[in-house]
């Protein structure tokens, strides 16, 4: 399971810092917002895939536009930790991250559903010998505030709290 913390850990720090995109936006305009410094306060719990705990970062994503990717180099508590790109697929209204490290690593994909003011990011793993889904979901209160939760399921269906916290933009 450490592997898949890793990228939990990775996952996560890509999608504290969305905000909420208006329902004007489309394609890859609603990842724009994704720009700034913001402050993650997030409570880890105690479960078979999580150990209990309190973190508190502050990720800045200097962000930029071409024409079929947004990007974004993300800076966590003042150390560079990758560089983040989307791309969009408008047949499906769906995304895709590449969450590619410093250090020169594989860069793992992400998908990225956006369905009104719920951001979610699913993805499965095999841990001691079974398959577990994982998600990272972000509901939007607002343009500054991101109620932020990371969740496991061992069906696809039912799903155990693994941490939560809140998202807020401080510039």
Avoid at 36 to 52: I, M, N, P
Avoid at 53 to 82: F, H, L, M
Wanted: net charge negative.
């Amino acid at each position: 399971m450490k592997a898949s913390s890793a990228i939990l850990g990775v996952a996560s720090l890509i999608v504290s810092a969305l905000v909420h995109a208006d329902s004007s936006t489309v394609g890859l305009d609603k990842i724009s917002l994704y720009a700034g410094t913001w402050k993650s306060e997030v409570e880890t719990l105690d479960t078979q895939y999580s150990r209990a705990g309190k973190k508190t970062k502050t990720i800045t994503n200097n962000c930029w536009r071409a024409t079929s990717y947004y990007t974004c180099e993300q800076i966590v508590d003042g150390k560079p930790a990758g560089l983040i790109v989307f791309t969009y697929h408008a047949d499906d209204d769906s995304y895709s991250s590449y969450a590619i490290p410093g250090d020169g690593k594989d860069a793992p994909v992400g998908k990225l559903i956006i369905k009104g003011s719920i951001w979610t990011y699913p993805w499965h793993t095999t841990y001691k010998g079974k398959v577990v889904y994982l998600r990272i979901l972000n509901v939007f209160e607002s343009a500054i505030s991101i109620e932020y939760s990371e969740e496991a399921s061992d069906d696809d269906q039912h799903w155990t709290l693994l941490a939560r916290g809140v998202e807020t933009r401080v510039n």
